[in-house]
């Protein structure tokens, strides 16, 4: 079973724009993790933000985590095509070390 | 330095066949997942090896499934008896020994397998 769920599905803006992607989840955590998947590639870490800390940046990314709403948000600025792919949150479940990822947040740069 | 590799890319079989995927993690991490991917979707846990030892083996997903880490570096997924729902992309990831809470896992390629 999955315990993220990313919000929208799918997503479409124009390049330069802000992207912004939510992610709900169910038990506690330990860190939440957000990847990035290119079409037909692997999966690349992005960032990962632990369940103490509110917020965390890493260059173009701005990850947030509300661990009273189990809920979490990653903002892309300044979008370019090259962000063009899916983009997965990622939990740990609090209690092992497995990793239980979304369904996944589709995002499309429009040029 | 060398990521996370997967042999073979791709594999087609026919339904009812014996298929063996293999995963080389990354030099000195001592934490191997193996999760699978259908289309559309996130991938799915399977299992997680910490060393030579399944840690958890939850996610698989029927008794046709089975993997190994014998000497606690290469992995091998197992699929016995082969269905067309086995079809889908077969990740593998690394990373350094998980202590509390996962930390950042490095993901191969993955192998595409194909039952027909």
């Known amino acids: 079973s999955q315990q993220g769920e990313e919000d929208p599905q799918a997503l479409s803006i124009q390049e330069g724009e802000n992207a912004t992607m939510n992610c709900s989840y169910k038990?506690?955590?330990?860190?939440l993790q957000w990847y990035r998947q290119n079409s037909g590639r692997g999966l690349v870490h992005l960032i990962l933000?632990?369940?103490?800390?509110r917020e965390k940046h890493s260059g173009r990314l701005r990850v947030t985590l509300d661990t009273s709403k189990k809920s979490s948000s990653l903002l892309i600025t300044a979008s370019r095509a090259a962000d063009t792919a899916s983009y997965f949150c990622?939990?740990?479940?609090?209690?092992?070390?497995?990793?239980?990822f979304g369904k996944g947040t589709r995002l499309h740069i429009l040029p | 330095g060398a990521g996370v590799s997967q042999t073979p890319s791709n594999k087609v079989t026919e339904k009812g066949k014996y298929v063996e995927l293999r995963c080389d993690p990354i030099?000195?991490?001592?934490?191997l997942y193996w999760y699978r991917q259908s289309l559309g979707q996130g991938p799915e846990f399977l299992i997680y090896?910490?060393?030579?030892?399944?840690?958890?083996d939850s996610g698989l997903p029927n008794d046709r499934f089975f993997a190994v880490r014998p000497e606690g570096s290469v992995s091998t997924l197992k699929i016995q008896r082969t269905e067309r729902g086995d079809s889908a992309v077969y990740l593998c990831?690394?990373?350094?020994?998980?202590?509390?809470?996962?930390?950042?896992?490095?993901f191969g390629p993955g192998t595409r397998l194909t039952v027909t």
């Open positions: 030099s000195g991490h001592t934490a």
């Open positions: 933000i632990r369940s103490n800390e």
């Open positions: 090896f910490q060393g030579t030892g399944a840690a958890d």
């Open positions: 990831a690394s990373s350094f020994e998980a202590g509390t809470g996962t930390l950042e896992q490095y």
């Open positions: 038990t506690s955590i330990n860190n």
């Open positions: 990622a939990t740990d479940g609090g209690r092992d070390d497995k990793i239980i």
